[in-house]
């Protein structure tokens, strides 16, 4: 996608709620992906969850799932049950569309998960 | 499970010095990337590297920023002549092929110029 939008610059959560993180991106491609990344304070970037632009289902990894909605262009991340460990930086991103297909990254939601 | 390894963790430099960034990608894997975060931004892509050959450069990397895989292993970032605004996060990642698998990121060289 040329564009990613994430408009929650920060967001706090109860433990053990859950919690939807927004993102839109824009996209002239027929094909395309979507990815959301965890960046703790520790500053390492952590694969969360894919979604594809042909995947027939809503992708899932344990905790995470994306709720894809491929009319409004909207890929936002669902985290289940929320734990304290799971207060960081949350990027939505996709690839360029360019052949090596370099992420373009959104701003980014700090999540605080208050005990 | 493989990983990207990125050295040094931290590095202090002078404005105007040249600096290296190297990183390990994993093995098997095919396309190479870094990227910059400065603090409290967002991430930004600068190059990727496929097949020995620069594929994509962003608008930051101009002439003072260059790549290498000299050995088959090891993947540098070079920036010849650092500025004050060049202080930021770099990160190293790889793929295998096809963007459906996980782009793998390194955790990150913290370069600092003063």
């Known amino acids: 996608a040329q564009k990613i939008t994430q408009t929650q610059p920060g967001m706090f959560v109860q433990e053990k709620e859950a919690v939807t993180l927004d993102c839109t991106y824009d996209?002239?491609?027929?094909?395309?992906?979507l990815f959301w990344y965890k960046q703790p304070s520790s500053g390492e970037m952590i694969f969360l969850i894919y979604?594809?632009?042909?995947?027939?289902q809503n992708a899932t990894e344990g905790r995470y799932s994306l709720n894809f909605q491929k009319a409004r262009k909207s890929a936002n991340l669902v985290i289940s049950a929320s734990q304290l460990g799971d207060s960081a930086m949350y990027f939505c991103?996709?690839?360029?569309?360019?052949?090596?297909?370099?992420?373009?990254f959104g701003k980014g939601t700090h999540l605080i998960i208050q005990p | 499970e493989p990983e990207v390894t990125q050295t040094p963790s931290h590095q202090v430099t002078q404005m105007g010095q040249e600096v290296i960034l190297r990183c390990v990608p994993i093995?098997?894997?095919?396309?190479f990337y870094w990227y910059r975060q400065i603090l409290g931004q967002k991430v930004e892509f600068l190059v990727s590297f496929y097949n020995n050959e620069i594929s994509e450069k962003s608008e930051i990397f101009d002439d003072q920023f260059s790549v290498e895989r000299p050995d088959g292993s090891n993947f540098t970032l070079k920036i010849r002549s650092t500025k004050l605004e060049d202080s930021a996060m770099y990160f190293c990642a790889s793929r295998w092929a096809g963007t459906g698998n996980g782009y793998t990121f390194g955790s990150g060289t913290r370069l600092t110029v003063v």
């Open positions: 093995s098997n894997h095919l396309y």
């Open positions: 991103a996709s690839p360029s569309g360019g052949g090596a297909d370099g992420l373009t």
């Open positions: 996209t002239s491609d027929p094909s395309y992906g």
């Open positions: 979604q594809g632009s042909y995947d027939q």
